[in-house]
């Protein structure tokens, strides 16, 4: 009489461990950039922008804290800035800066930033991105997570790759931001407009923040967005150690599935780099500073890097974490971490390569789609104990 109750709640005890087991980490965190650690695995380019051509010399580490334009501030949030307390004369550029992580990261991982403000302001050009850690630009690729020029209300995603990997019109449905452009070998790279509001500019710290997470798959490379109110369970429960799961992120602003780029192809193991310039060869255009800053002297440089520095007092970035995951593989110990830094050309610091072992299981939601294999998985497991307890019993 009491064997059949107890065995039904052995039954469910089982279901519960079996479905508690989706719950556990799709990725496995490898990397926490927080705190007063924050700057610790990074380098600072110590010259003026002489990629974009940018009015900003870009501090070396000990000049960028001496200057106070990097620092933890007392909320434990990481500061990266403009300078705004210098006045800049007509020839001079003004200090910014610009850092590369010392880590790389192969296809097989994921990142996440939590920031708490962005730079915005006339003729700033903020950007957090990736590239490849050591092929000549752009071989090796390039992910633009975060970017944006002068007062743009709406972030833009991109990817730069040599001709041959494009952006399907197709991923436009699998996506909720607008692609503007499909080939990734052009100047502009296949960039994807974020749509969903507060992702720059005075939005997003009037909201609160907000965070962008990337999968760099085998499968494609996938962007989200969510402003502070919408950030998924699964991200704000996530600590300095835990592994995150994908399954209820819905689906990501800008989708650049596999199957028109091949990713290993296209895309080396990557560096993340968080940098702010001014004008140069984006912000700096007339025909993009001028409409929305407007001027009487007739270049961005002499309107707004020249002068005060009141202009950029909301040039900075405010970072709550930056983290680094990877997928399938063990928790992270010394020996998982492969260091490369022996087949690198000279000069490349310690550097760690996150294991790579992607999914071939989805083409547009990986996580998603992850997680529907995982269920019927599960499914399938759970009538197989059942009818293995019916039988028994
Ligand atoms: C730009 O500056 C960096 C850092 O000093 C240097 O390594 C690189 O060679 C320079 N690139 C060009 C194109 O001058």
Redesign the pocket.
């Known amino acids: 009489m009491i064997w059949p109750r107890n065995s039904c709640l052995r039954l469910l005890l089982l279901l519960y461990i079996l479905f508690s087991c989706q719950l556990g980490s799709a990725y496995d965190i490898v990397r926490d950039y927080s705190g007063s650690t924050f700057f610790d695995r990074w380098n600072f ?3 003026w922008d ?2 974009t051509l940018g009015d900003v010399w870009w501090l070396s580490k000990a000049d960028a804290f001496a200057q106070g334009l990097t620092y933890v501030n007392s909320a434990g949030n990481a500061i990266m800035k403009v300078d705004n307390m210098h006045n800049v004369v007509s020839g001079q550029k003004r200090n910014s800066v610009r850092i590369t992580s010392q880590d790389i990261y192969d296809v097989g991982s994921l990142w996440i930033i939590d920031l708490k403000h962005i730079p915005f302001g006339c003729s700033v050009w903020p950007a957090f991105w990736t590239k490849g850690y050591q092929d000549q630009w752009p071989v090796g690729g390039e992910i633009d997570i975060i970017e944006a020029i002068n007062l743009m209300p709406n972030n833009q995603m991109a990817l730069h790759t040599t001709p041959g990997c494009n952006h399907v019109p197709e991923a436009q449905q699998y996506q909720s931001g607008a692609t503007t452009q499909t080939d990734c070998s052009l100047s502009s790279g296949c960039t994807v407009l974020e749509l969903k509001e507060n992702s720059l500019y005075t939005g997003l710290a009037a909201a609160g923040g907000g965070v962008w997470a990337t999968q760099f798959d085998v499968s494609g490379i996938f962007i989200w967005f969510w402003s502070r109110p919408n950030v998924p369970a699964s991200i704000s429960a996530t600590t300095a150690s835990t592994g995150v799961d994908l399954s209820d992120w819905g689906p990501p602003s800008a989708s650049y599935p596999a199957t028109s780029c091949n990713i290993p192809e296209y895309f080396s193991a990557q560096n993340l780099v968080l940098d702010i310039t001014l004008c140069g060869q984006w912000a700096g255009l007339s025909n993009l500073y001028f409409p929305s800053c407007g001027s009487g002297t007739g270049t961005c440089y002499a309107d707004s890097v020249v002068g005060p520095g009141s202009n950029f007092n909301d040039a900075y970035f405010e970072i709550s974490y930056i983290r680094a995951y990877t997928t399938g593989a063990p928790a992270p110990t010394p020996n998982a971490l492969v260091s490369i830094s022996t087949s690198a050309p000279t000069g490349l610091p310690t550097s760690l390569l996150a294991p790579s072992k992607p999914t071939a299981s989805s083409l547009f939601f990986p996580g998603s789609a992850e997680g529907r294999q995982a269920n019927m998985m599960l499914a399938i497991a759970a009538i197989l104990l059942v009818g293995f307890f019916n039988l028994w019993l």
């Open positions: 380019f110590g010259n002489n990629l």
